[in-house]
């Protein structure tokens, strides 16, 4: 199937009793054991079945398959939201005394939790100077566990080099883990390109409404982990926390999901409601719809705003002049994402007058809603970094940033002209 038909119908056969067409929403905590045996099997897992919603739930189920299949992954595991998903996935892989190792342009959240929660756990974030592999390569030693980027970076708007920054981490026996939130599996499958690990904020683009929270983690089944069982004992070796189960002998290439699931979820409990997961449904539905319309907007308000001399810069890959434009015609085939970011020419004290007068775009964190949005990213998502670290994450004082919604383009653009002369400076 391709990818509109999966969005619709991946994960989900019909409920042979109820003959729901819509997924049903098990709203259950716990499921039935037929017998002892049947409990006993369950657990062993020598059997498939449900146990407890904190490891699994049949909503929770349909949306896991359907986001692997859109990311050609061999399994997912849903989480309360896009931070957890970014915790599992370095958890899953990593203890006391391990590395993994950054590019710099990340989501505020998650470049203080690698800069600042994962050390106190022990585990150390190596920063890059740039996403470049010449910059990541020489960081990875015989503790990394990861290489970490984002595929699009929020808010830098930066394309990752996936196939190469895949080949370096693979010469070195280390996975590469791709947070593909802003790009969503419609413009970008990492999977394809060589990335080990996706995950997403399904908060974002993929419920897109603005509804729900929620993150995803899903396995591509490729990376080996048994040929670098030195470097990852714990997908190999007996888990003493789950009667020694063996994930690459029971998970098969499956283990890194499997793992996350029975180590991380089940011990630490972040979990999607399944209401959420159903919410989250309805919103994949209608992505590929939405990221067509998201990214034509964009293109024409980021045009629009660069055409104007009270617009002193706009940063948008949809620009041929753009440094990342060739990347995004490789990697995303040519569709530059919605989210964007620009500064007035009168500086912060304009910046600040335009965000106020806006009328249409709503002043909030968050991005990927069906509505525009506007974030002033060094005041909000990323005022715990200090200037040096925003500079490097590509955040600057008077930066705003875009989501461009699925509005009638001529409203987006008529909100924008009507703050910007109310924001003062001549055309
Ligand atoms: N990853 C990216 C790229 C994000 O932009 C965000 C949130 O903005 C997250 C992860 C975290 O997602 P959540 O807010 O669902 O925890």
């Given at each position: 199937m391709r990818q509109e038909t999966i969005a619709i119908h991946g994960g989900y056969d019909r409920d042979p009793v109820s003959k729901s067409v819509a997924v049903p929403?098990?709203?259950?905590v716990a499921y039935a054991f037929d017998s002892a045996d049947h409990a006993a099997a369950l657990f062993n897992l020598e059997v498939e079945g449900n146990i407890y919603?904190?490891?699994?739930?049949p909503t929770n189920n349909v949306l896991e398959k359907r986001i692997a299949a859109l990311e050609g992954g061999v399994g997912a595991l849903t989480v309360g939201c896009g931070v957890a998903a970014v915790d599992y996935a370095i958890s899953t892989v990593t203890e006391t005394g391990a590395n993994i190792v950054s590019v710099p342009q990340l989501y505020g959240a998650t470049y203080t939790l690698f800069a600042h929660i994962l050390p106190r756990r022990g585990v150390a974030t190596r920063f890059a100077n740039s996403d470049q592999p010449e910059d990541i390569e020489p960081l990875i030693d015989a503790d990394t566990r990861a290489v970490y980027c984002e595929s699009v970076g929020n808010p830098a708007g930066n394309v990752a080099d996936i196939a190469a920054l895949a080949a370096c981490a693979h010469r070195h026996g280390v996975p590469l883990i791709v947070d593909n939130t802003v790009a969503t599996p419609i413009l970008l499958r990492p999977i394809e390109h060589g990335a080990d690990i996706v995950l997403h904020s399904l908060t974002k683009f993929i419920g897109g409404h603005g509804t729900t929270l929620g993150g995803i983690l899903v396995d591509s089944g490729r990376f080996d982990w048994k040929a670098n069982a030195a470097r990852f004992p714990m997908m190999s070796t007996p888990e003493p926390s789950y009667h020694d189960v063996v994930y690459t002998d029971h998970y098969k290439e499956a283990a890194y999901i499997g793992r996350a699931r029975t180590v991380c979820q089940r011990n630490t409990g972040s979990v999607l409601a399944p209401l959420s997961a159903f919410l989250l449904l309805q919103g994949l539905e209608t992505l590929p719809l939405r990221i067509a319309r998201h990214v034509e907007n964009a293109r024409l308000v980021a045009a629009h705003l660069r055409a104007?001399?009270?617009?002193a810069w706009v940063n948008h890959a949809s620009f041929p002049d753009n440094p990342y434009h060739g990347l995004v015609v490789r990697y995303l085939g040519g569709q530059a994402p919605s989210i964007m970011t620009f500064g007035l020419a009168g500086g912060f004290a304009a910046g600040k007058r335009f965000f106020d007068a806006l009328r249409l775009f709503t002043r909030l964190v968050n991005m990927g809603d069906a509505k525009s949005l506007v974030t002033h990213p060094a005041s909000t998502t990323h005022r715990q970094l200090t200037p040096a670290e925003q500079a490097r994450a590509g955040v600057s004082p008077e930066m705003i940033r875009f989501s461009v919604g699925i509005e009638h383009i001529d409203d987006l653009l008529e909100d924008i002209d009507q703050a910007l002369d109310a924001a003062g400076g001549r055309r």
């Open positions: 929403i098990y709203q259950t919603s904190r490891i699994g739930n104007d001399p009270r617009i």
